[in-house]
């Protein structure tokens, strides 16, 4: 396991950007997959991004693909997420996880609260 601690939330206006950072722990940080997930007000969380060990392939959701990009900093145990063109719809909590199979994932962090509204 390692521990995760998202940052980087806040509030911002439609068609505007917010970058979101994922710091992990351990030693073994750049072998573990890294997803992001957000929990959305009464919706069921929901996968938003994917990045293999070691900078490896990336996946997107289809309502973020073009928008957002999932980047990792394997010497500084990071993981980033760029978010452009936000809209109401990508309200949520944003949470970072390692090591995923589906939503079963063997580490979260606590989340960071992303709120789009004018």
Not at 2 to 28: F, H, I, Y
Request: glycine share 12%; hydrophobic share 30%.
């Amino acid at each position: 396991d390692v521990d995760l601690v998202e940052s980087g939330g806040g509030l911002v206006q439609p068609g505007g950007s917010l970058n979101l950072s994922c710091a992990g722990s351990g030693p073994r940080f750049s072998s573990y997959a890294m997803s992001w997930f957000r929990r959305a007000p009464e919706k069921e969380q929901e996968w938003v991004a994917f990045i293999s060990s070691r900078g490896g392939p990336k996946y997107y959701a289809a309502d973020v693909k073009g928008r957002f990009t999932i980047s990792r900093d394997d010497a500084n145990k990071m993981m980033y997420l760029e978010m452009h063109s936000l809209t109401t719809a990508d309200t949520g909590v944003y949470i970072c996880a390692s090591e995923c199979s589906g939503t079963r994932c063997s580490s979260w962090g606590q989340g960071t609260q992303v709120t789009v509204s004018s």
